[in-house]
């Protein structure tokens, strides 16, 4: 009988936000089984979901390539199941599809050795963080958006681009030429690069949520709910607010074309009445606002 089972990462950030839900399904739905999980990011990256860490190398005795593997940890023995989105080899991009192939994959071979769930099978999910959690900072967010109801808001994620998915250009002159020519709209920024811009209508989410904690994506994600348009290139602030809370605004990605089918991890192909837009042109951008906002108000 299955009784410890140990997700494990020791690749990237994004696998652990993609996957989350579905951690939180089996903890939630399961019985008679602990879970932990062992991963080399910030220990805050699932600090909405109750499941143990195990910290230090332990996530890098074990197999990159792996899927499903025993372990045994100071005389107790473990299930460690990879949540790499390429986990076991499998090779059909970085989407929530592939989540869900890991995941039943596990899913199946814990109900064959005895692990009884409340369901039959497992369905398919997007990530939702719980904003509940006293572990997001959400107060300084609530009370800045309550004294702009009536303004139309655009997230850009700024950052650089650690996947090789964009080009790494700074953004600064294009995001100020946006804000001189949308002084209506209201423009906030995941990272403070480069020399910081200085509009009346341009803002940098640190600067609101003051936010002290070396890991802020989280409470992006939560900012991210406030907004209308979210604008990225496919690297962490980005993905991380790739939740269900947004699932019908506008999306735009300025990704490489190869990359389309993942451009926004599989989020626009569930049921939605989002705008899904993959594309190099950044001029996209500055159209959909005058179409969508300016000529509407």
Not at 122 to 142: A, G, H, Q, T, Y
């Amino acid at each position: 009988m299955i009784s410890n089972v140990l997700f494990y990462s020791n690749v990237h950030l994004g696998d652990l936000h993609l996957s989350r839900s579905y951690i939180r399904w089996f903890i939630d739905n399961s019985q008679d089984v602990k879970f932990f999980y062992a991963h080399n990011q910030h220990p805050n990256v699932l600090c909405d979901i109750n499941i143990p860490l195990i910290l230090g190398d332990l996530c890098y005795r074990l197999p990159r390539n792996g899927d499903i593997v025993t372990i045994s940890i100071d005389g107790n023995d473990f299930l460690a199941l990879n949540t790499w989105i390429g986990a076991g080899g499998l090779a059909v991009g970085c989407n929530f599809d592939a989540c869900h192939i890991n995941f039943t994959k596990y899913f199946d071979y814990l109900v064959k050795n005895g692990v009884k769930f409340k369901f039959d099978f497992l369905p398919k999910m997007i990530p939702r963080i719980d904003f509940f959690s006293s572990c997001i900072n959400k107060e300084l967010v609530d009370k800045w958006f309550a004294n702009k109801k009536n303004k139309r808001s655009i997230l850009i994620a700024n950052n650089r681009v650690a996947s090789n998915q964009s080009t790494n250009i700074n953004m600064n002159e294009y995001i100020a030429k946006l804000g001189l020519t949308f002084p209506s709209l209201d423009f906030y920024l995941t990272n403070q690069e480069h020399t910081l811009i200085s509009l009346p209508n341009v803002f940098y989410i640190e600067h609101i949520t003051n936010s002290q904690s070396d890991f802020s994506l989280n409470d992006i994600a939560y900012f991210s709910t406030f907004c209308d348009v979210i604008v990225g290139r496919g690297s962490g602030p980005f993905s991380f607010c790739e939740i269900k809370d947004n699932l019908d605004k506008t999306w735009i990605s300025f990704t490489f074309e190869h990359l389309k089918s993942d451009s926004f991890n599989g989020l626009n192909m569930f049921d939605n009445n989002g705008k899904y837009i993959h594309t190099m042109n950044t001029e996209v951008l500055a159209e959909i606002l005058k179409k969508e906002f300016i000529n509407h108000e």
